[in-house]
């Protein structure tokens, strides 16, 4: 097919396009370039008479226009104040919506009250929001999650899903390597929380993680569900004081990968391909 | 061997690191001498190396129609030019582009003696293929390329294009006919620094009106669970995440201290198309535009359009809605880079420009229907007064308070001039964002990546004028070293 006729091929198909679009979607587009509408859904925010449900749609509707609308920041301290009316709204939804909005938007008042949420005394179901779901809404700005914080939910989690979420979010530092071990080791956290440590440890103290892994894959073999990130882990060790562990390391991951599963087998072979060529004898 | 033929794609001198091509003409200098008292004519062919038929086409100027082989006089000087492209096959695989890496070959012999070859150079067809079409080496490629800028989480990914892709720049890349030239450069620096580290990577496309099934899954950008259409919106956060296996290099991904990708899907990402963003009870839907309908954007007159009027409503839906097609960083602008999933929407979103440029000629830089701010008045008049405008209030009889926009041309403010078509981009220009002010993130500044098989951008500031003739029609050296699988060059209006 020549280049000519395909493009009249294409052409053909535009031309016969339906062109319209549905009737919601192009009221959020003509909301998106219009002040006044933009106005109304602020209103709605904070209307009293207004239902929840009409509440965090308004909330739902500015934020998918934000992604392309260019009126939103000029009204923002009006969309910030709006919304924080709304951080300890007895609908559980209403509140989700508000404080995942100024978070994303890393208003320091709504940060201020989830980190105080997430160390509060009190059981999960009488918090703001969940301690997993507060973790990950002010993940998307580092300096408001304090380390200390995160320690503290590692080292006695509500949940699995609050274990996962304060592991994503920790600094590599060396301190938390204590507490990062014994999850790793721990084979009844899940998996997903696991698979996360090998990497980080070894970035926090790269020699204790080689030795920290040795000894898991000599106890547990290549089988073990963790092995293949522990391998690869491994790999990731390039420091100088960890050089003589990582060449043993290297050498029963080698020994252990022949008779190995899948996954295993590929984490080992691109440990080893990092490998220095051996020197001309 | 004395009588040897010599090719450098490109610049004289270049070598094998520029043996990539897509379907645009590049330059092919050709340099040797035939053997004394034989003509110094040379002929050149294709072959292709695999069994994909990838094919390359000759021709002697930038215009006209190539040819599968060619003569070509050396002449006393011992160097001439010529022009290849990758031959457009829509009959064959990736329609005739390479699948992974150099699948085709340039023969050169000497024309006196054709079937003994006096030189040849392997080269790649190397266009950005949609992400559901690519093998596993050329996906591997890929993520392996990009875990490698990630520099688990403190690479070049991180400081410089997830930094300056944020709230504070919004204005420097959003809301107007800019968002697309400033995306396509945008996307071309991150796909010139992949290329860095392996020449063979190209950034792939989502093809968000179609089901990806291979994308989403764990050896790619990661399997990604489906949550109820009327879940809530979650701008920037999801409380699962994409799994990746362990094999997959970007299993590791982080962006600074954070570990994993926070992504969840309004739609089931194994058999559908990305939806937008679903009613709900009280939530009205935000639906994408299939490709069709969005390259109808553009009217009668297939316009340009401004302020997501005409083509360039498309930042609306499709491509507002791809976003809002999930929870997590992709759904909301100022984190969406976190999630490399971002680059691969926004190449299909450039491509679909790319579609539009090709189907209706859109690629003469001075054209207002190819891009509408050619003078700072077109700017003046034609945006909102809210983004270029001062507010005056007054009142009106009877004590009503009313405010109106002022154009600024009418107020002494300068509109914004960073929307003109010649206008230099942030952050390569080295100056400050819309709307916070921020510095260049990073190594941007007067850095935008340098390449041996595209454009040379002046001073590595480029501006708007230098993405909208990308592939070259009006004067071959435009051609930014990039190309569409299925968005092929037109030789017969290549004019320069």
């Known amino acids: ?281 | 061997m004395t009588n040897s033929i010599q090719l450098s794609p490109f610049i004289s001198g270049a070598g094998d690191a520029a043996a990539y091509i897509g379907w645009s003409p590049v330059r092919l200098i050709v340099t040797g001498r035939n053997e004394a008292g034989r003509p110094n004519v040379v002929r050149l062919r294709s072959q292709s190396l695999t069994r994909a038929g990838v094919q390359i086409e000759f021709k002697n100027a930038a215009t006209g129609i190539p040819a599968d082989e060619i003569l070509l006089d050396l002449g006393e000087e011992g160097s001439a030019a010529c022009f290849i492209s990758g031959k457009f096959q829509a009959d064959k695989p990736l329609n005739g582009a390479s699948a992974d890496g150099k699948d085709v070959a340039i023969h050169a012999a000497w024309a006196d003696n054709p079937s003994v070859d006096a030189g040849a150079m392997g080269f790649m067809v190397r266009v950005r293929r949609d992400a559901e079409s690519l093998n596993a080496k050329a996906r591997n490629d890929f993520t392996s390329a990009l875990a490698e800028l990630n520099g688990y989480g403190r690479g070049i990914y991180v400081t410089d294009f997830v930094g300056m892709h944020v709230a504070g720049a919004s204005e420097s890349q959003h809301g107007d006919a800019h968002f697309l030239p400033w995306h396509r450069l945008y996307l071309l620096d991150l796909e010139r620094q992949l290329q860095r580290i392996n020449p063979a990577v190209t950034l792939p496309y989502w093809r968000f009106d179609v089901p990806a099934p291979s994308l989403f899954s764990e050896d790619f950008l990661g399997a990604t669970e489906s949550i109820p259409p009327d879940s809530a919106f979650t701008p920037g956060t999801s409380d699962k995440r994409a799994r990746l296996s362990s094999s997959n290099d970007l299993s590791s991904w982080k962006i600074g201290n954070v570990n994993g990708i926070p992504r969840a899907a309004f739609f089931d990402t194994k058999t559908q198309a990305a939806p937008g963003l679903p009613a709900a009870p009280g939530r009205r839907a935000f639906q994408l535009r299939n490709e069709a309908d969005t390259l109808a954007l553009g009217g009668e007159n297939n316009e340009f359009g401004a302020l997501r009027q005409g083509f360039s409503g498309m930042e609306g839906t499709p491509h507002g809605a791809a976003h809002v097609s999930f929870n997590g960083y992709v759904n909301f602008v100022p984190v969406a880079p976190q999630d490399p999933l971002f680059f691969l929407l926004h190449c299909n979103v450039d491509r679909l420009w790319a579609m539009w440029q090709f189907l209706f000629d859109r690629d003469v830089a001075a054209e207002r229907t190819t891009y509408p701010y050619q003078n700072k008045l077109e700017i003046g008049f034609n945006s909102p007064p809210s983004q270029v405008g001062v507010e005056v209030a007054f009142q009106r009889s009877g004590g009503i308070s009313e405010s109106v926009q002022v154009p600024t041309l009418f107020t002494g403010v300068f509109p914004d001039e960073s929307r003109l078509v010649d206008a230099l981009q942030w952050p390569w220009d080295d100056t400050w964002s819309k709307p916070y002010n921020l510095r260049p993130p990073g190594t941007r500044s007067r850095g935008f990546t340098e390449s041996a098989t595209g454009k040379p951008i002046t001073e590595r500031m480029p501006s708007i004028t230098d993405a909208l003739d990308a592939f070259g029609y009006h004067d071959v050296t435009n051609y930014l070293g990039f190309a569409y699988d299925d968005v092929p060059f037109d030789h017969e209006r290549s004019v320069g």
């Open chain 1, 1 to 281: 097919m020549k280049v000519s006729e395909y493009r009249q091929n294409m052409r053909d198909k535009v031309a016969k396009a339906a062109r319209e679009i549905d009737a919601d979607t192009q009221s959020a587009l003509d909301t998106a370039g219009d002040r006044a509408e933009v106005g109304n859904l602020i209103a709605i925010i904070n209307d009293n008479g207004a239902s929840a449900l009409k509440k965090g749609a308004a909330i739902d509707a500015l934020n998918t226009i934000s992604n392309f609308s260019p009126l939103l920041r000029a009204r923002m301290p009006e969309i910030v104040n709006a919304l924080r009316g709304h951080m300890d709204s007895g609908e559980q939804d209403l509140r989700e919506r508000a404080l995942g909005t100024l978070t994303a938007m890393k208003d320091e008042v709504a940060q201020e009250r989830l980190v105080a949420e997430i160390v509060a005394d009190k059981p999960e179901a009488e918090k703001l929001l969940p301690t997993a779901k507060s973790i990950a809404m002010l993940g998307r700005d580092e300096k408001s999650l304090p380390l200390a914080v995160l320690r503290q939910v590692i080292s006695n989690p509500p949940d699995d899903a609050c274990l996962i979420e304060a592991l994503r979010h920790l600094p590599s530092e060396p301190e938390a390597f204590g507490a990062l071990r014994a999850v790793m080791e721990n084979d009844d956290a899940p998996l997903e929380a696991r698979a996360m440590i090998p990497e980080m440890a070894c970035e926090m103290d790269a020699p204790a993680f080689v030795s920290a892994a040795r000894d898991l894959l000599k106890s547990k073999g290549a089988e073990h569900e963790l092995a293949p990130f522990l391998a690869k882990g491994v790999a990731g060790a390039n420091s100088a004081e960890a050089a003589e562990e990582v060449r043993a390391a290297k050498a029963e991951i080698s020994a252990l990968a022949e008779a190995a599963p899948e996954a295993f087998k590929s984490a080992a072979a691109a440990l080893l391909a990092n490998e220095d060529p051996p020197s001309d004898p």
